[in-house]
DNA sequence: CAGTGGTCTAGACCACATG
DNA sequence: ATGTGGTCTAGACCACTGG
């Protein structure tokens, strides 16, 4: 299911114009610029223009193609290009869809999601995709100061703006210091009522790791991207007043879609 | 010219053979595992066990295509995603080359870089591409608390583990606050001595920024990377110890050979 | 079922670096 | 002059999704 919902029949019309308006120009010289580059830098010049609405889908690859004239694995390139960078999104027997995308979303990773985030709180939101409980892992278990096997709840979401996607977390908590975890969760949809549920007022992010690497399936259903596509990962722990750890926390974000600021107090 | 000297004619030998090991085994069916990436496992695994040496040249692209029966395009694919992940560079007119990559290479980006670096001190060294000074543009300005078109000092250096690069920088200062820079660097090649001559004993991160992008045409030769390929950027204040700002720094780390850490102090 | 994107082949020409 | 990687074409079959 689309994050946003396509356009409509209406809009398939417009599509038709906009692929004329877009291709009507001749390509360059590929000697000055590749061909896939030029026709990269068109599509993605119309989307941020906003020639072509968030949501909408593309003409298929082959009429693309043809109305550059170019063959399809040329044009390939350049889709893949504008996936990559989160403009687009390829739903394999559906279609190419307009992805939309902040043109840049500066969060401060050592804060609250909502306290940290540019513009108005009220566009953001949250969607759980799964909670569940399991065996912790050797990750899971050092990073909580729990045993290897040991219980713990694993959440899954999705931090949402403007009905997109924009990044997911999966974060671990310990079962046995919130036996009450999902029923509190389930009213709040906020992690740190659970904790205040569970009388932990207060937490702090001790650590944050940020690295690079490329979309699995299930981040690529979650972010509503094209799997394989470069992303950034965050791994974060908070820990409580004591200084015990609380939660363990894995995210991931579209490569050039945001930029997280880490400030000296 | 490569990073690390490419081996030599002996092992040239030993890279045909290289060839045949890693294609003797048919390739499985495509339907549960996509042929390059079935390659991609294959030359991924071999690079990592050291089958392979560091700074070796692989055999031609149509070689090894033929190798494996499938078609260099296909081949390509496979060889475009470790050049991706860092493990091989493409050096158009030379060859494709193995390149040195640590497995995982952590750094605390909020303290100084030898400071927050894993293993043997002696094994990093730093490289310097070039310093000139240059008129201040909106964003250094900015940065720098200084007014547009004064005169800053550009240091463009790319940081060095075995031999092999592991991030470059490029680092802004108001000439003005610093005019011994040059002679002062030259003599150390270290920014804190160039600080120091000018009386600042201290000086401390106060912000850091990190994005994703793709390697630019500079960012790839620096880096010894396929240019286009992903990569983190990072964008960093440093302030004397009255709070004045005294550099700006912006990196760019190869995607996947890097972890920050942001620590909470 | 028809249409979509995903994969693969078999060629070809080019710009580039090196000997 | 030769060999390299970079680009492009013209086909083809597949798996998947939706009506």
Redesign the interface.
């Known amino acids: 299911m689309p994050a946003v919902e396509r356009a409509g029949a209406a809009d398939k019309h417009a599509l038709g114009s906009w692929l004329e308006e877009i291709s009507a120009t001749p390509l360059g010289e590929k000697s000055e610029r590749a061909i896939w580059l030029q026709i990269y830098d068109r599509m993605r010049a119309s989307v941020e223009d906003g020639q072509i609405g968030f949501g909408a889908q593309l003409p298929g690859e082959h009429q693309i193609a043809d109305a550059f004239g170019v063959n399809r694995?040329t044009l390939r390139r350049a889709l893949a290009r504008l996936q990559?960078e989160g403009y687009l999104v390829a739903r394999k027997g559906v279609g190419i869809f307009v992805r939309p995308r902040p043109t840049r979303y500066t969060v401060a990773?050592?804060q609250g999601f909502l306290a940290s985030v540019d513009g108005a709180v009220a566009d953001y939101s949250v969607r759980t995709l799964g909670i569940q409980r399991e065996a912790a892992t050797v990750m899971t278990a050092d990073k909580l100061s729990i045993s290897i096997g040991s219980e713990v709840i694993r959440l899954d979401r999705v931090r949402v703006w403007l009905n997109q996607p924009i990044y997911r977390t999966v974060k671990y908590f310990a079962a046995a210091r919130f036996p009450q975890f999902e029923p509190a969760y389930a009213e709040s949809q906020s992690v740190a009522a659970v904790f205040r549920a569970h009388g932990v007022a207060h937490f702090?992010?001790?650590?944050?790791?940020?690295?690079?690497?490329?979309a699995t399936a299930s981040d690529a259903e979650a972010l509503d991207l094209t799997p394989k596509t470069?992303?950034?990962r965050t791994a974060a722990s908070n820990v409580d007043p004591d200084g015990r750890p609380i939660e363990y926390s894995l995210g991931t974000w579209p490569?050039?879609t945001?930029?997280?600021?880490?400030?000296?107090?």
């Open positions: 694995i990559d990773s050592d702090e992010r001790v650590e944050t790791r940020v690295s690079g690497g490329f470069p992303v950034l490569l050039t945001v930029e997280l600021v880490f400030e000296r107090p």
